[in-house]
Nanobody
Framework: QVQLVESGGGLVQPGGSLRLSCTAS????????LNWYRQAPGKQRELVAY???????LYADSVKGRFTISRDNAKNTVYLQMNSLKPEDTAVYYC????????WGQGTQVTVSS
């Protein structure tokens, strides 16, 4: 069974940057592309950055212009470059297909605080 492993989170000051990575343990070619979700404390998990069916990149309004999703198919890895981070970006970040059909990984914690 495919496993998802997210990494790259941490504590960063407002305005800072982080680059997250998520690697699938096996080939997900037939399952779809990986995308980024996040779940803030007390809130539902939300989709923040994803690939459309034509593989263009799309973003939630709250992160548009600040986050960039990219991928390396050969490595079964998806990345999320996060710039100009805000306290409201604090959340656990996960990757999964869209819709999410794979078991969720442990996520990576991103905390934006001064």
């Amino acid at each position: 069974q495919v496993q998802l492993v997210e990494s790259g989170g941490g504590l960063v000051q407002p305005g800072g940057s982080l680059r997250l990575s998520c690697t699938a343990s096996g080939s997900i070619f037939r399952l779809g592309t990986l995308n980024w979700y996040r779940q803030a404390p007390g809130k539902q998990r939300e989709l923040v950055a994803y690939f459309s069916s034509s593989f263009s990149t799309l973003y939630a309004d709250s992160v548009k212009g600040r986050f960039t999703i990219s991928r390396d198919n050969a490595k079964n890895t998806v990345y999320l470059q996060m710039n100009s981070l805000k306290p409201e970006d604090t959340a656990v970040y996960y990757c999964n297909t869209r819709p999410s059909i794979l078991p969720w990984g442990q996520g990576t914690q991103v905390t934006v605080s001064s």
